[in-house]
């Protein structure tokens, strides 16, 4: 039985686990050992989950049958304009993929920013993930590509998505 759980700081392990198990097999065929590492280290370090928090990212686990299976984190794009909504992060196990656990844990965070106002839910999704074919079957639609660079020369190839609400 899946459950969605609210985390926090206290949740960064848990969290840090869930991302250092799934990033390696979602990333494999697009990014090198090197990038991997890099992102994962950059993105799910103690510190920078702690900054993502008091940034005021909101971070849910999803379970299955009481096991941390998945994660998903969002936030307000900006102080300025809060009808649009950003998925930050949604990973789940690869032994969870294809079972609805992904779609129940995106249909969490619809509702959620639904109840805080949303208009617009968007997000990142590199151009080569699969992914990509999720989201788009979830309703979200291409809206731009982009290049992020995120330091050692290393880039993400993105497509912007958005999901009208």
């Known amino acids: 039985m ?14 840090r686990e869930l991302a250092f198990a799934i990033w390696p097999d979602a990333y ?3 990014l090198s050992p090197a990038q991997l590492s ?7 370090s103690k510190e920078a989950l702690a900054k993502q928090i008091d940034a005021g990212h909101q971070f849910i686990l999803v379970y299955d049958n009481n096991t941390a299976v ?6 307000a794009k900006n102080t300025t304009n809060p009808t649009i909504y950003r998925l930050q992060k ?7 993929q294809g079972k609805g656990t992904g779609k129940f844990l995106l249909e969490h965070v619809i509702e959620q920013t639904k109840k805080a106002g949303a208009s617009i839910l968007e997000l ?12 788009s079957k979830m309703g979200f639609v291409v809206s731009k590509e982009e290049d992020v660079d995120i330091g050692q020369g290393y880039f993400m190839n993105d497509y912007v998505m958005e999901l009208k609400l």
């Not at 899946?2 to 969290?15: F, K, P, S, V, W």
């Not at 949604?90 to 969870?96: E, F, I």
């Not at 990142?124 to 989201?135: L, Q, S």
């Open 70 to 75: 998945g994660f998903a984190s969002y936030s």
């Open 38 to 44: 890099y992102m994962l280290e950059l993105i799910y």
């Open 2 to 15: 899946l459950e969605i759980r609210e985390a926090g700081t206290q949740h960064i392990d848990t969290i």
């Open 28 to 30: 494999a065929s697009i």
């Open 124 to 135: 990142n999704v590199n151009r080569h993930n699969k992914a990509f074919h999720f989201y």
């Open 90 to 96: 949604l990973y789940v196990r690869t032994d969870q």
